[in-house]
T-cell receptor
Framework: EAGVVQSPRYKIIEKKQPVAFWCNPISGHNTLYWYLQNLGQGPELLIRYENEEAVDDSQLPKDRFSAERLKGVDSTLKIQPAELGDSAVYLC????????????FGEGSRLTVL | QQQVKQSPQSLIVQKGGISIINCAYENTAFDYFPWYQQFPGKGPALLIAIRPDVSEKKEGRFTISFNKSAKQFSLHIMDSQPGDSATYFCAASREYGNKLVFGAGTILRVKS
């Protein structure tokens, strides 16, 4: 069974440029998460989806970050414009819906903003 | 506010030794305490998890000890192997997995 797939794995951009990350969760997983992992730190939740609905986006910096999960499967996380401090790994995870449970993480997208 | 405090930041253990990583939490509403293992360039993967109704859970060489009154839990890796070298994160959440709050991580190196 395929795991959580993320792309691109690596992205280098100039500050003020836009960037987008894509995530394909495990088939059948209704809950999808985007986490931010800074170097040497644990993951921090940005947004959680239950199917198409963003049920927790309280930690998403909405002035520059946006996310969508059309049709309740794949998801895209966008940053526009990117700032130097956005350099980090963006992790996508999925789990079976309802009361949560084990999170399955993708390998992450590493963003470097110059 | 750091809701889950993890220590030590790094740990070096000899092959065959016991690795111990500790975590403390603040929110008494937390009811799910997993440990995740992360290798370089990979995402975290669930290692073992515990609910507060038990004080200990063992899976192979990995054991979680849980102290509800002290709001602390720890991971013990018995007979540590070089392949265990990774970063370990404790985490906690309410509602069984939703909105996991992670500790800062412990880099474990097992010397052969």
């Amino acid at each position: 069974e395929a795991g959580v797939v993320q792309s691109p794995r690596y992205k280098i951009i100039e500050k003020k440029q836009p960037v987008a990350f894509w995530c394909n969760p495990i088939s059948g997983h209704n809950t999808l998460y985007w986490y931010l992992q800074n170097l040497g730190q644990g993951p921090e939740l940005l947004i959680r989806y239950e199917n198409e609905e963003a049920v927790d986006d309280s930690q998403l910096p909405k002035d520059r970050f946006s996310a969508e999960r059309l049709k309740g499967v794949d998801s895209t996380l966008k940053i526009q414009p990117a700032e130097l401090g956005d350099s980090a790994v963006y992790l996508c995870a999925s789990s079976l819906g309802g009361a949560g449970g084990e999170l399955f993480f993708g390998e992450g997208s590493r963003l470097t903003v110059l | 506010q750091q809701q889950v405090k993890q220590s030590p930041q790094s740990l070096i253990v000899q092959k065959g030794g016991i690795s111990i990583i500790n975590c403390a939490y603040e929110n008494t509403a937390f009811d799910y305490f997993p440990w995740y293992q992360q290798f370089p360039g990979k995402g975290p993967a669930l290692l073992i998890a515990i609910r507060p109704d038990v004080s200990e859970k063992k899976e192979g060489r990995f054991t979680i000890s849980f102290n509800k009154s002290a709001k602390q839990f720890s991971l013990h890796i018995m007979d540590s192997q070089p392949g265990d070298s990774a970063t370990y994160f404790c985490a906690a959440s309410r509602e069984y997995g939703n909105k996991l709050v992670f500790g800062a991580g412990t880099i474990l190196r097992v010397k052969s």
